[in-house]
């Protein structure tokens, strides 16, 4: 397979005993056929020296950001340049700093400016990997779409014997080739993502929602975009940032969500359904805001909204259809029922009184089941990971459709 053929890689190289793996990382890129472009920090080259890197890619090794010639902003070109950026070895410092936004060298302003994915491969003394702050930091670029490869259990630099040690140059080649692979799934497609709660409104001040915060939603649209398909997000409001290039609509209610589906659904080839579109809505918005003087009681009269995915389960076609459905019991025979009416060919279901599934959290717990019948339960695992999971079976969805036509 040709996955490395003619990509451009930057390799970021920092400060760890296992930078003298770098060369054998840049021989393997490469032999495949890849570009590397070295990217050096200051501490790396306390380890290995810039010629050997500069020697076995036969790239120029980019050490400053200030390399005497600033027509070439060289952060700036070698990010667009950038097919995948990979921090190999990664210390806990550049991961510390990537997760805090700093830019203050030539690698660290390269990530902040790149679109390219990331992938990076820590290597450090077991004790410095599992300080809670490493790991925090760990935490919060995995749901920020950074990708990690190891790193693995075997003897350290320090004579200890733990997890820290650097994956291996082959593994991580592989890594890379897995996730260049993986871009051209959904290559032109197209797909709207819907994500968030919906806003229902009681007056001008007070609505109706609930603690959909999301982020399952917005996984889903980033893992589709890094695989080649042209993403439409429709969310509802949330306190988290989309991800970059997609096609991002905030909306309020359910109708207006429902509105925007249907303008965009003729030109896609599949809706997946992630908000937590609300069932009812007031009857009435109060015009102004509602004074609680003279009030001992309100009562609040709610009327049915639409049913999205139902109604677009019935004009659907072709097209692919997956909806959620978070449960509080008889996950299966719910989902089943959903499944049918809604004439989804996937659904994916989630206990919501199981601890860290459903709204809020990092991680979820779900069944998939899809419309052959067949179920699947996939354990605890961060959402990004379960939006790889489900993209793995609409990429399977349409490999059969494609091969019963
Ligand atoms: O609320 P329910 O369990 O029926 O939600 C199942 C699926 O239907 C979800 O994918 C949700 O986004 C969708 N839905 C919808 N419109 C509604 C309610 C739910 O599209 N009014």
Do not use: W
Not at 12 to 33: D, N, Q, W
Not at 252 to 259: G, I, L, N
Not at 261 to 279: Q, S, W
Not at 334 to 345: F, H, I, P
Request: charged residues 30%; positive net charge.
């Amino acid at each position: 397979m040709d996955e490395l053929k003619n990509k451009n890689i930057i390799l970021g190289v920092t400060g760890s005993i296992a930078a003298y793996k770098a060369p054998e990382i840049i021989r393997l890129l490469v032999r495949e056929g890849a570009y590397v472009y070295p990217v050096m920090t200051r501490s790396a080259t306390y380890f290995i020296h810039p010629l050997t890197l500069q020697s076995v890619s036969r790239e120029k090794v980019t050490l400053s950001l200030f390399n005497g010639d600033e027509r070439d902003i060289r952060h700036i070109s070698l990010s667009a340049l950038a097919d995948i950026l990979l921090i190999a070895p990664a210390t806990a410092n550049i991961i510390g700093k990537i997760a805090a936004g700093i830019a203050d060298d030539i690698l660290t302003t390269t990530v902040v400016a790149t679109r390219a994915p990331v992938v990076i491969a820590p290597a450090m003394n077991e004790r410095m990997y599992e300080n809670p702050v490493v790991q925090q930091n760990i935490a919060r670029l995995k749901s920020t779409g950074y990708r990690f490869i190891g790193p693995e259990e075997g003897r350290l630099a320090c004579q200890d014997k733990g997890k820290g040690r650097m994956s291996e140059p082959a593994t991580i080649v592989g890594f890379l080739k897995k996730i260049f692979s993986k871009m051209e799934d959904f290559k032109g497609k197209s797909f709207i993502v819907t994500a968030g709660p919906t806003r229902e409104p009681i007056d001008v001040v007070r609505f109706i929602s609930n603690y959909s915060s999301g982020k399952m939603g917005f996984a889903i649209a980033r893992e589709m975009r890094d695989r080649g398909a042209k993403v439409i997000l429709i969310s509802g409001p949330t306190f988290i940032k989309p991800p970059e290039g997609v096609d991002f609509f905030v909306v309020e209610t359910a109708r207006q969500m429902e509105e925007k589906v249907k303008e965009y659904f003729d030109r896609v080839d599949g809706l997946i359904m992630t908000a937590a579109v609300c069932d009812f809505r007031p009857v009435q918005s109060f015009k102004g805001k509602m004074k609680k003087e003279s009030k001992e009681r309100v009562v609040l009269e709610l009327v049915r909204n639409p049913d999205i995915l139902e109604e677009i389960g019935r004009v659907k076609g072709e097209k692919i259809l997956i909806g959620f459905c978070a449960e509080a019991e008889n996950i299966l025979q719910e989902a089943r029922q959903k499944l049918k009416k809604k004439n989804l060919d996937l659904i994916v279901a989630n206990d919501v009184t199981e601890k860290g599934a459903g709204f809020e959290v990092d991680t979820n717990k779900v069944f998939l089941l899809n419309s052959k019948g067949e179920v699947k339960s996939l354990p605890l695992m961060s959402k990004r990971k379960v939006a790889e999971v489900i993209c793995d079976h609409i990429k399977q969805i349409l490999e059969e459709r494609q091969a019963n036509k």
